[in-house]
């Protein structure tokens, strides 16, 4: 558990080094682990390895959500229900 966290507590702490920087610094964490917690390391690494990264998909209008007032929202529904609501036999 140790060495997940290890992990974890150090990946935006890498963002910034070149790949020898993180090679380094990545050693010298690895160095002061147990035995065990690199065995735990080393499965915790497998299974990143054998597990794709799944992206989540964001819906592009989310961003949007909550950006319409309750008031406004109102207006557009009284809007359709006066406008659409209606049949209008000799428009077909």
Excluded: H
């Excluded at 950006?67 to 009284?78: F, P, Q, Y």
Aim: glycine content about 6%.
């Amino acid at each position: 558990m140790y060495a997940k966290k290890t992990i974890i507590g150090f990946y935006f702490l890498f963002s910034c080094f070149t790949y020898m920087e993180l090679q380094n610094k990545i050693t010298a964490i690895v160095g002061k682990l147990s035995i065990e917690e690199q065995r735990q390391l080393l499965n915790y690494i497998k299974t990143m390895k054998a597990t794709p990264v799944k992206k989540k998909k964001v819906n592009p209008f989310a961003v949007f959500g909550g950006t319409i007032s309750n008031a406004d929202l109102d207006l557009m529904e009284k809007a359709i229900e006066e406008g659409c609501e209606n049949i209008d036999k000799s428009e077909w």
